[in-house]
């Protein structure tokens, strides 16, 4: 799945990666069929061709007509890419690029493509709505702050699947199912998410891999008139970065790679390491809330004891959908009040928010609060219409690697190992995995290490209870890439720039302004 501080500050979420199922969408690099358990890939990803191939060359070569556009200050073009870099004749897409030029032009350097995740996400909007103010000035006066929408995505070819009732439909389906009717229904679910896609956006589909995205970034520095590729990626944006790295080295500039991905792990190792970074982050927030004792709708006892409570809490949902208020008639059910818990994980800024949803909905029986917080995290409007983010985020994450899972069975013995990981979220998590089953399209990747030799230094930051991208993986890409450089900070919710640390932030701005190399392994708090 998916955004972090910097990108909503009422609701941070840097979507995590990996299945897009009716609870959430949530992040990994999976492995064929998931029978195995390995957690690393043999394969490495190679380099492209330092030269450009000759078919490619009007793609490179092209000239960008800039225009004023929505926001004041900001300007905007398209860029044309091949639809299949392996057949460009036949034909291509427009990608939609915004940048707002540096305020200080006699000091710029470049430019700076920035992406707040997904699969997904909508970086024009996330430059529009904060990146162009929310990074430092400094930073904004010697970079043109840059951002595309990559292909599928929001204005650029994007991937439609499903129509707001029937989106609807899809996020209250029942991830826990308790016997063959529910277990067939969840399966229904997934295989009509899959054929609308395909039948919505059968062209697209193929061609929304990461590695073709990355391709197209490739042109995109090329027609800005860079010599090499600056860029701020966050969550899945650092797989994204990295890809790019490995397939041209020799063309990165400074690169930052804020709450990573491990490219190499498998399907089942991936979704299990986020299910206990929810848990991870879950337990901290159980932490803060007990402490407050009367105050607190999850009791006043231990960790323990609050997470006890919840699951109960989604039990009793499941049995008896709680009224929401919502005029298309929606009640709060297990499926979505989960994804409202969880949205509200991801930055430590939204916990008093969850206090009182949980607060109205376990003590008023009211699931209006619950249900805001998971339709922020859908992208659903008040008029019932869905971003086309979850449905990007599913094709992306289905093309790039085989399904975590082909078939309940598979999910039903790997229930209890998920359940070890995160007993309150551990069931869902693992039913969830099983969207990308049904896919229309074979997948075209396969787990990899990304080695990106040759390639100037690059900075890799992990925060070390990030609930969506775990520690542990940033410390796995810094190792493999072979010129990273591990920053750790020591904190809550995820991603690690712009979060409140003096630390983290001045290292990476001295970084993006002066090419100052953090120390490996340099930690801040």
């Known amino acids: 799945m998916d955004i972090s501080r910097r990108e909503r500050r009422s609701l941070s979420r840097h979507l995590p990666f990996r299945t897009c199922g009716t609870l959430l969408v949530t992040a990994g690099l999976l492995i064929s069929g998931c029978s195995s358990g390995s957690s690393t890939a043999d394969a490495s990803m190679g380099a492209l061709p330092r030269a450009t191939p000759a078919e490619l060359a009007p793609y490179y070569g092209q000239k960008l007509r800039w225009h004023e556009c929505g926001v004041a200050g900001f300007e905007c073009a398209s860029v044309k890419v091949p639809l299949d870099y392996d057949k460009p004749s036949a034909g291509d897409i427009k990608l939609a690029v915004a940048r707002k030029p540096a305020t200080g032009r006699s000091a710029r350097i470049g430019s700076l493509l920035v992406n707040p995740g997904g699969p997904g996400g909508a970086a024009i909007g996330y430059l529009q709505s904060y990146a162009a103010l929310g990074y ?138 986020q299910t206990a970074g929810f848990e991870t982050a879950f337990r901290s927030f159980a932490k803060d809330c007990v402490a407050l004792g009367a105050e607190c709708p999850l009791g006043s006892g231990s960790p323990d004891d609050a997470g006890k409570r919840l699951k109960a809490f989604f039990d009793e949902v499941d049995r008896a959908p709680l009224p929401a208020g919502d005029s298309s008639g929606r009640k709060l059910g297990e499926a979505l009040a989960t994804t409202g818990v969880i949205a509200a994980m991801y930055d430590e800024a939204a916990w008093p928010q969850l206090r009182d949803a949980l607060g109205s909905a376990i003590r008023n029986k009211d699931g209006a609060a619950l249900l805001a917080l998971s339709d922020s995290y859908y992208e659903r409007s008040e008029d019932g219409t869905y971003a086309n983010l979850m449905f990007a985020n599913a094709a992306v994450n289905c093309l790039d690697l085989p399904p975590a899972f082909t ?119």
């Open 407 to 525: 078939t309940p069975a598979q999910v039903e013995k790997a229930v209890p190992d998920f359940e070890k990981a995160s007993p309150v979220f551990g069931e869902g998590l693992a039913w969830s995995s099983l969207n990308c089953a049904y896919w229309p399209v074979e997948a075209t990747g396969k787990p990899h290490r990304i080695e990106a030799e040759g390639a100037a230094p690059i900075v890799v930051a992990g925060t070390t209870r990030d609930p969506a991208t775990p520690y542990h993986w940033a410390r796995a890409l810094a190792s493999q890439l072979s010129s990273g450089r591990l920053l750790t900070y020591e904190g809550d919710g995820h991603t690690a720039y712009g979060r409140g640390s003096e630390c983290v932030d001045s290292t990476i701005n001295a970084y993006l302004l002066e090419g100052r190399v953090p120390a490996d392994g340099k930690r801040c708090s």
């Open 136 to 273: 430092p000035e400094e930073v904004r006066a010697r970079y043109d702050m840059v951002a595309v929408d990559p292909r599928g995505v929001a204005r650029s070819a994007p991937v439609t699947c499903l129509d707001g009732k029937d989106m609807d439909a899809y996020t209250q389906t029942d991830m826990t199912p308790d016997d063959r009717r529910e277990t067939d229904r969840l399966r229904t679910s997934f295989k009509e998410f899959a054929d609308g896609c395909e039948k919505r956006s059968s062209k697209i589909l193929p061609h929304v891999s990461t590695v073709e995205t990355a391709r197209d970034m490739d042109v995109v520095r090329a027609v800005l008139g860079d010599e090499r590729l600056s860029y701020v990626g966050a969550s899945y944006g650092t797989f994204l970065g990295a890809t790019y790295a490995g397939l041209f080295p020799e063309r990165v500039g400074r690169l930052v790679l804020d709450g990573a991905m491990d490219p190499s792990l498998s399907a089942r190792r991936m979704n299990r390491d």
